[in-house]
């Protein structure tokens, strides 16, 4: 049971396959947490999709069974903010009932008109190294205009799913700044809103149906209203402090509140954030963001599509399960026994096409040199390596771009993974560092749920109180030269291939 004295703020966590409450202390201790599961549909290859009721309803059980568990008075908790995947398409009318099902940030159906928007060449582009990808807002609402426009005519907003839960618990309507910077091509140092943008692609409506009002993380974006706060069990009034993308609060989560360092967010999709002082205009990954989650900084943010996903699809589908016994333990144990390099297999981690730095949505994943000498082990070592090397290509673009880690902030479940982790240290040969809370990202909102209530003056401030670093993983030197050929196999096998996963993906629509 929490102290009762208290203040408490929590964390409201939004991830892929599920939604995640958790209350924190000012120090940064996880006092209590639960978790709801939200199902994903997917209903085309490449298409996914969620229901955003099903998010609401998490909340509903998630809220009032952190405070049932840690003993808490809702009075006690003084701030509450949310971050969520993105860029998670939702459409509504103005009072938040939907429209449809919201198009989830792994959704790639919007391909074409992505395409569509990097063949403008709007100075806008600038701020996203120049390509758009098919995971953003705007090409998903072209997506929308184009094939289903009963429902873009009758949306009054069209939003983040931040955005939305942000509505239910405040019944105000406001954009993340950090959202709508990364995923909406949104620019300060351009004006904001990319309002020529949106005339080269006929989207100018578009402008209309965006929340107005835009706030950076930890700004108070309202009060917990009457409603809300019955459903939720939380008092009335309780500030709510602006999120944003579930990937940037984990960099307040881990503590990359410093220029230099980056952040490694280890989920179903890895996510790696590079916070800098300049923005660096010639990398292939997203950004450079300026001011997305700290005033007078960039962010560089690289992607994979698919990685702790892929490990479970494994896991899932071919892994034999025992008895009494987690599989993924199993799974680790077999993978340790195999040598560094999986006895001659190599992966691509394409499973969902590839974000960055090949930003290829039709890309497809691969694994070849398999003999009947290999086993599970050596395809879920193959896993790791290969997702881990593909950390390491991004890595890499940006090093070219002019950034360098210092070091890598490693968070998400896969941090719970011994061999994974080792091998992310040994294929990069940069020092890992983990925190002492495995919450990151609940963490990070905390923090910003902190700063808007007024109990930090801003996120470094509250990230140097409540985020304590307690392992490094210092990468193996002996494994340096069998990664550097991995490596050089890895991304010499997609331009041989490229064409024939094109021709696959085509003919899966």
Same mark, same amino acid.
């Given at each position: 049971?929490?102290?009762?004295?208290?203040?408490?703020?929590?964390?409201?966590?939004?991830?892929?396959?599920?939604?995640?409450?958790?209350?924190?202390?000012?120090?940064?201790?996880?006092?209590?947490?639960?978790?709801?599961?939200?199902?994903?549909?997917?209903?085309?290859?490449?298409?996914?999709?969620? /229901?955003?009721?099903?998010?609401?309803?998490?909340?509903?059980?998630?809220?009032?069974?952190?405070?049932?568990?840690?003993?808490?008075?809702?009075?006690?908790?003084?701030?509450?903010?949310?971050?969520?995947?993105?860029?998670?398409?939702?459409?509504?009318?103005?009072?938040?009932?939907?429209?449809?099902?919201?198009?989830?940030?792994?959704?790639?159906? $919007?391909?074409?008109?992505? /395409?569509?928007?990097?063949?403008?060449?709007?100075?806008?582009?600038?701020?996203?190294?120049?390509?758009?990808?098919?995971?953003?807002?705007?090409?998903?609402?072209?997506?929308?205009?184009?094939?289903?426009?009963?429902?873009?005519?009758?949306?009054?907003?069209?939003?983040?799913?931040? !955005?939305?839960?942000?509505?239910?618990?405040?019944?105000?309507? =406001?954009?993340?700044?950090n959202c709508a910077t990364c995923k909406w091509n949104y620019a300060l140092p351009a004006g904001g809103w990319p309002d020529e943008l949106l005339a080269q692609v006929?989207?100018?409506?578009?402008? !209309?149906?965006?929340?107005?009002?835009?706030? @950076?993380?930890?700004?108070?974006?309202?009060?917990?209203?009457?409603?809300? =706060?019955?459903?939720?069990?939380?008092?009335?009034?309780? @500030?709510?402090?602006?999120?944003?993308?579930?990937?940037?609060?984990?960099? *307040?989560?881990?503590?990359?509140?410093?220029?230099?360092?980056?952040?490694?967010?280890?989920?179903?999709?890895?996510?790696?954030?590079?916070?800098?002082?300049?923005?660096? #205009?010639?990398?292939?990954?997203?950004?450079?963001?300026?001011?997305?989650?700290?005033?007078?900084?960039?962010?560089?943010?690289?992607?994979?599509?698919?990685?702790?996903?892929?490990?479970?699809?494994?896991?899932?589908? #071919?892994?034999?399960?025992?008895?009494? %016994?987690?599989?993924?333990?199993?799974?680790?144990?077999?993978?340790?026994?195999? @040598?560094?390099?999986?006895?001659?297999?190599?992966?691509?981690?394409?499973?969902?096409? /590839?974000r960055t730095p090949l930003r290829d949505p039709l890309a497809r994943g691969a694994l070849y040199g398999l003999s009947l000498r290999h086993g599970a082990g050596h395809?879920? %070592?193959?896993?790791?390596?290969?997702? $881990?090397?593909?950390?390491?290509?991004?890595?890499?673009?940006? $090093?070219?771009?002019?950034?360098?880690?210092?070091?890598?902030?490693?968070?998400?479940?896969?941090? %719970?993974?011994?061999?994974?982790?080792?091998?992310?240290?040994?294929?990069?040969?940069?020092?890992?560092?983990?925190?002492?809370?495995?919450?990151?990202?609940?963490?990070?909102?905390?923090?910003?749920?902190?700063?808007? =209530?007024?109990? *930090?003056?801003?996120?470094?401030? $509250?990230?140097?109180?409540?985020?304590?670093?307690?392992?490094?993983?210092? @990468?193996?030197?002996?494994?340096?030269?069998?990664?550097?050929?991995?490596? !050089?196999?890895?991304?010499?096998?997609?331009?041989?291939?490229?064409?024939?996963?094109?021709?696959?993906?085509?003919?899966?629509?």
């Open positions: 049971m929490a102290d009762q004295g208290g203040p408490y703020v929590i964390g409201i966590d939004c991830g892929t396959q599920s939604l995640r409450a958790v209350l924190f202390s000012l120090q940064g201790d996880a006092l209590a947490a639960h978790t709801q599961a939200c199902p994903i549909t997917y209903p085309q290859v490449g298409w996914a999709e969620q /229901n955003p009721e099903h998010w609401w309803q998490a909340v509903r059980v998630a809220v009032p069974a952190i405070l049932k568990q840690a003993g808490v008075h809702p009075k006690q908790v003084k701030g509450v903010s949310v971050d969520g995947t993105s860029c998670t398409v939702v459409a509504c009318d103005r009072g938040g009932a939907l429209l449809r099902p919201a198009l989830l940030w792994m959704d790639q159906r $919007a391909h074409e008109e992505a /395409n569509e928007v990097t063949a403008t060449n709007a100075p806008v582009l600038k701020y996203v190294s120049g390509v758009e990808s098919p995971e953003w807002m705007i090409p998903k609402a072209m997506w929308l205009k184009r094939n289903q426009p009963e429902v873009y005519d009758n949306a009054d907003v069209i939003c983040d799913g931040t !955005d939305w839960l942000m509505y239910r618990l405040t019944g105000e309507w =406001a954009a993340s700044l006929d989207m100018t409506d578009l402008k !209309d149906k965006w929340p107005q009002e835009v706030l @950076p993380m930890g700004q108070v974006a309202g009060k917990l209203s009457f409603r809300a =706060a019955e459903e939720i069990g939380l008092a009335p009034d309780t @500030p709510v402090a602006q999120g944003g993308i579930d990937a940037y609060a984990a960099m *307040f989560g881990v503590g990359v509140v410093k220029p230099g360092r980056m952040a490694l967010v280890m989920g179903s999709s890895t996510c790696h954030m590079a916070l800098c002082k300049e923005g660096y #205009f010639d990398s292939h990954v997203w950004g450079p963001y300026p001011d997305a989650v700290l005033p007078g900084t960039w962010v560089l943010e690289g992607g994979q599509t698919a990685t702790g996903s892929i490990v479970k699809w494994f896991a899932d589908n #071919f892994a034999k399960p025992e008895k009494g %016994r987690n599989q993924y333990d199993r799974l680790d144990e077999q993978a340790a026994a195999v @040598p560094p390099g999986a006895e001659g297999l190599v992966l691509l981690d394409y499973w969902q096409g /590839n395809i879920m %070592r193959a896993i790791y390596e290969g997702t $881990a090397l593909g950390t390491r290509h991004i890595l890499e673009d940006i $090093a070219q771009a002019g950034f360098c880690a210092e070091g890598i902030y490693a968070c998400g479940g896969g941090t %719970r993974s011994e061999i994974w982790m080792q091998i992310h240290a040994d294929a990069c040969q940069v020092p890992i560092y983990l925190t002492g809370q495995s919450e990151a990202a609940a963490l990070g909102t905390a923090i910003c749920a902190a700063v808007g =209530a007024g109990l *930090f003056s801003d996120p470094a401030e $509250a990230a140097e109180q409540m985020v304590q670093v307690t392992r490094e993983i210092e @990468p193996d030197t002996d494994n340096a030269d069998i990664y550097d050929r991995m490596f !050089d196999r890895y991304v010499a096998t997609y331009p041989q291939l490229k064409e024939l996963m094109h021709e696959v993906a085509a003919e899966q629509k």
